[in-house]
């Protein structure tokens, strides 16, 4: 049942997934972070931003309907890359976050010793 | 806030430092400094403006009391 949870926030196909049983049963699957917040948002986020950049970068050939053995290696290599740089920028954003907090707490150890 | 700069800091430093020809799916050698180095820039940069707007408003705090306060 909860295969179709995209097309319940896609909006078009909602009514059939209203009743509390049936969302209660999907909510069950989901991740769900320390407030009980459910991140389908921000993966929908990620989801839109990735499609539009992979297609404008890949997708040029439109005299024809299908899509193009290269085009679907480039979509493909686009995924892999964009993966991977958000993995790489993540990293790099926990690395500075430790360092300001030490840099913090290095800053309130030296106030708090000439008591 | 996070997730905000969080995301700013992804799609700027994919404009500046992935090149649009995806011909492999492993990230260059080349892409991968510029990343870490566009990520510690825009911090950098985030927090140095942060701090210089935070001491202008103090500035501009201590200024409007000095000029209101001997009345």
Known sequence: RCGALLTLTLGSQTRAHRSPSARYRCRMREPVDKYGRFPFKEFLGTYNRLTESCFLDCVKDFTTREVKPEEVTCSEHCLQK?????????????????????????????????? | ?????????????????????????????????????????????????LTELFMQDEELMKKTQQSSGPI
């Not at chain 2, 080349?30 to 820039?41: H, M, N, P, T, Y």
Request: aromatic residues 8%; hydrophobic residues 30%; charged residues 25%.
């Open chain 1, 82 to 115: 964009y993966l991977k740089m958000t993995q790489r920028i993540s990293m790099r954003f926990q690395e500075y976050h430790i360092q300001q907090n030490e840099a913090l707490a290095a800053k309130a150890g030296l106030l708090g010793q000439p008591r």
């Open chain 2, 1 to 49: 806030m996070m997730a905000n700069t969080y995301n700013r800091v992804t799609s700027a430093c994919h404009r500046k430092c992935v090149p649009y020809h995806y011909k492999e799916a492993e990230l260059s050698k080349g892409s991968s400094v510029c990343l870490d180095q566009c990520a510690s820039k825009y911090h950098e940069r985030m927090g140095k403006t």
